[in-house]
């Protein structure tokens, strides 16, 4: 497997490694073999995905005799919801007579969180990889062991701490992906730049049009980098005990307002909200002397050059208040928000006057 470049999870007996390559599933049977995490695969995706990737799929398991079965939901962030949660363990119940059943996330994010969350409760706890198929999920949400669901009130509400045994990275698997979802995972990789490795950020600064236009090597390096960074986090801190995993919210707790105040619709990307969210963050802390305009200007002339939003249009900022209130960060009725001191380097902050969150996402929604 001398292609795949190796980035390891340690965590003791949930330890995994995070596989990283062009084009290389085709080593996924050796891999699975290795792991003996069952005799029967049941792949978690959405039609658009099954489509496109059954094929390369299947035909590796096939090669050593593993059974397989497609369990479909809907191509939206709703697909993490109560419903499609009780739904896909009873069609798994079905598929479980005298198996070896582990599920495969074939997807992003949302079929990533869904997958990983029914894997933990299904029999409490069965085993479970990550295939990430947007660049967004490759960097962030296929690592780390958060899987959740959200509730009407909030992003993520319904939820655990549970680690895949594998992820699997093919950037082959991105070909498929429109610009702004491009962008969406980008912004994440923004994020890993802003909280612990300015030479990313400033890498992202010089080479982000080779991102977009998925430059095998540029994609190789940036997605090793971030995943080096989350794993070197989740190790360190698994279940956010320590407060060291808290850095990786970074952007999300208005970003996450954002996203549940608009419905959970395709009005804004997860990566778009979250860019948002970097954005007021930073404001935030430039209000409070936290980091310089230097800094402020640094994140907002890269998040604007790149194609994501440092404003948004026409939100309702009750809505966002309201959600942000529902956000899981807040401590005993204080508010915690991961703010910069410089590109490279953040801390957290509680109990920020509300006053002021609200001044700074109100200066940033454009009227049309």
Partial sequence: MKDLKRVAVNLKERSYDILIGFNQLDYLPKILKELDIGNYAVIITNPKIKKLLQDKITRPLKKISLGSNFIQVPDSEKSKSIKYLISTISKISKLDIKKRIFIIALGGGVIGDLAGFVASIYKRGIPYIQIPTTLLAQVDSSIGGKVAVDLDCGKNLLGAFYQP???????????????????????????????????????????????LELDEKVLIYIISQSAKIKARIVSDDEK????????????????????????????????EAIAFGMVCATDLAHSLNICSSKTLSQLESLISRVGLPVHIKNPSLSRIMKAYLHDKKFISGKNRFVLPLKIGKVDIFEDIPEDRIKEVIKRRIKRK
């Fill in 165 to 211: 045994r594998l992820v699997f990275s093919d950037i082959s698997l991105l070909s498929s992906l429109n610009q702004r979802q491009i962008l969406s995972g980008l912004s994440e990789i923004i994020k890993y730049g802003v909280i612990s490795d300015k030479e990313l950020f400033d890498y992202i600064k010089h080479n982000y049009y080779k991102i």
């Fill in 240 to 271: 956010e005990q320590k407060g060291m995993r808290t850095i990786l919210n970074f952007g999300h707790t208005i970003g996450h307002a954002i996203e549940a105040a608009s419905g959970y619709s395709k009005r804004y990307t997860h990566g």
